[in-house]
């Protein structure tokens, strides 16, 4: 794949590091790819940051035909730049598109992709403590035409974006809701895609949990809610009894590549780590005698993020005393450490940018 590029005459002033929250600035570059089944992928295009312009017809507008995944680019202290796993959102962009219908690009293609901008965008990388530059692939379908079939033509765009500190004042432990009306996804479903649709339809539970003072919701499966699945936008492990508990991977929960990360750090270090089903009635028991001992959820915004309390049927439970917990804390140190280059990528995890 050969892509052009034309760069932005003028360039954006790059913000204050400690002004930065999460995805509100956007780098001086986007790229884009088009695809229509005659050319296939083609004219693959670095251009300025601007406006997209679609037709109103787009299956994006009308069938939420859409796509996406998140990674980040981390500078670290003799300034060079390190992607994370990022050949592993190659991997689970091509299994979202196989689930709608999207277009499959090729792995070194869309590798390239990602390479290519952040190396054009690499002044926009941070370097004070706890901040990258967030990488957003999307891909949609963009057919001018309202009949509803498998997409014909399609767009796969990269924007970049600096990202501050998750946790502005040390880790905060989150207070978390579990949802027992609304459901995320179900198995033979889109769960286990990133697409924009699970978004869509999560909003109404996130709502009602920020207004009763949450910061996200625990979903339970959407067939029985009985089942633990996955929390906002990561997934989620709790200690029990010593053991490290993850829901496995069902069908109708996002395939995390955090989570799959902190699986490898956990067994490298001697925890024992189960990934099967945990019902509510399980984890109830746990916060009410005491043996669920710490839980955190994990992605790639926050890395890891330890959660403090969890409110289920209007019932509150404090988790480790509301505060962060020794394996939460040893695995935000390592999964962080070895991201900012700090610690040594025993696991080769970091893909360098030139
Ligand atoms: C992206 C995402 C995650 C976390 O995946 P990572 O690869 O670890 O960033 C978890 N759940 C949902 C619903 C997601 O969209």
């Not at 296939?40 to 787009?58: M, Q």
């Not at 989570?259 to 984890?283: A, H, P, Q, T």
Request: hydrophobic residues 35%; neutral net charge.
């Amino acid at each position: 794949m050969e892509i052009r590029i034309e760069k932005a005459k003028t360039l954006k002033e790059k913000p204050i590091a400690s002004t930065l929250g999460f995805g509100k600035v956007f780098t001086d570059h986007m790229l884009i790819v088009d695809y229509n089944e005659k050319e296939g992928w083609h004219d693959a295009r670095i251009v300025p940051f601007a406006n997209l312009s679609i037709h109103p017809a787009s299956t994006v507008l009308h069938y939420g035909v859409e796509i996406f995944e998140g990674l980040k680019a981390y500078r670290r202290k003799d300034g060079s730049i390190r992607m994370f796993r990022p050949l592993e959102n190659v991997r689970r962009m091509n299994r979202s598109a196989e689930r709608m219908c999207l277009p499959q690009m090729d792995e070194k293609d869309m590798l390239k992709c990602f390479e290519t901008l952040v190396s054009l965008e690499k002044d926009w990388v941070p370097s004070e403590n706890g901040t990258s530059l967030y990488i957003r692939p999307f891909m949609f379908g963009n057919d001018e035409t309202l009949g509803v079939h498998a997409v014909k033509n399609a767009t796969f765009v990269i924007i970049t974006s600096p990202v501050g500190s998750y946790y502005k004042e040390g880790i905060n432990p989150v207070k978390i809701m579990i949802e027992s009306d609304d459901v995320r996804a179900v198995r033979g479903g889109t769960g286990e895609a990133k697409c924009g649709g699970n978004y869509a339809a999560s909003n109404r539970a996130g709502k009602r949990a920020e207004e009763k003072g949450y910061s996200q919701v625990l979903w339970l499966d959407g067939v029985e809610r009985k089942y633990i699945e996955e929390v906002g936008a990561m997934n989620v492990m709790f200690k029990i009894n010593g053991t490290v508990v993850t829901p496995m991977l069902s069908g109708s929960i996002l395939p995390g590549i955090t989570r799959k990360s902190c699986i490898e750090v956990l067994k490298s270090k001697g925890y024992k780590v189960e990934e099967r089903r945990i019902s509510i009635d399980e984890l109830a028991k746990a916060m009410e005698d005491g043996t669920l001992e710490e839980a955190w959820g994990c992605g790639t915004a926050a890395v890891v993020s330890p959660i403090g309390e969890l409110c289920y049927q209007d019932k509150h439970f404090t988790v480790n005393g509301g505060k962060i917990g020794k394996v939460t804390q040893e695995l935000y140190d390592t999964l962080t450490g070895i991201q900012w280059g700090v610690l040594p990528d025993t696991f080769g995890w970091t893909y360098p940018v030139k």
